[in-house]
Structure formats: structure tokens, C-alpha cells
């Protein structure tokens, strides 16, 4: 399984960014996928997470309104569109996925992306 972040960098607050993940290594269209955030010395936070054809998200109160989770099944990608950001929007973003085999779950983690929001 191999998750790869793109997308991140500088933004003025108020602007905007969209980060991709290719996924690759397993049935992309059969998982759940989220994105997680980390700040160094905190604990990573949950932002979204979004079903396997793309029908239902879940957004965290701090980003509800603003962010915008989707997935194109046909790439094996998944996109987090992020409007009007805000300096504690930054962090490291870090796509997500629970891959099921016959006798466990693994987890499997992208490097992540920076997003700094700064003016």
C-alpha cells in the first residue's frame, strides 16, 4: 500500500489550497478515506473522512464549511479542497485508510503534505 500527498504549501488566510492522495497497492474504490492532520507536539487531529463511492462525508467542527473532501475511484485519488483557511489550519495533512485482509486491519499512512497559512 503506498499513499502519497500532494498539493500543500503557503496561503495567505482566506485563501485556498486542494492537496491530492494517490493510493496505490490495494482496491482503492472499496475504502473508507480520510485525512488527518498533525501539528508538531500535538495529537493528530481527525479532519474528514469519505465513503467508498464518494456518497457520504464527515467533516470535523473546525473545518465543517469550509473543507471539501471527494475521491475519483477511476484515478485511485483522493482530494481535500480547502477554502477560506486559517492560520490554525496549519499542520501536516495525511491521507488515511484502514485496509481489511483475511485475518487483520492494517493502517496505512501517507508521508503528508505542509500547509502553512500565514500572511
Known amino acids: 500500500v503506498q499513499l502519497v500527498e500532494s498539493g500543500g504549501g503557503m496561503a495567505q488566510p482566506g485563501g485556498s489550497l486542494r492537496l491530492s492522495c494517490a493510493a496505490s497497492g490495494f482496491t482503492f474504490s472499496r475504502y473508507d478515506m480520510s485525512w488527518v492532520r498533525q501539528v508538531p507536539g500535538k495529537g493528530p487531529e481527525w479532519v474528514s473522512v469519505i465513503n467508498t463511492d464518494g456518497s457520504s462525508s464527515y467533516y470535523a467542527d473546525s473545518v465543517k464549511g469550509r473543507f471539501t473532501i471527494s475521491r475519483d475511484n477511476a484515478k485511485n485519488t483522493l482530494y481535500l479542497q480547502m477554502n477560506s483557511l486559517k492560520p490554525e489550519d496549519t499542520a501536516v495533512y495525511v491521507c488515511?485508510?484502514?485496509?481489511?485482509?483475511?485475518?487483520?486491519?492494517?493502517?496505512?499512512w501517507g508521508q503528508g503534505t505542509q500547509v502553512t497559512v500565514s500572511s
Open positions: 488515511h485508510v484502514e485496509v481489511h485482509y483475511t485475518y487483520s486491519v492494517r493502517s496505512f
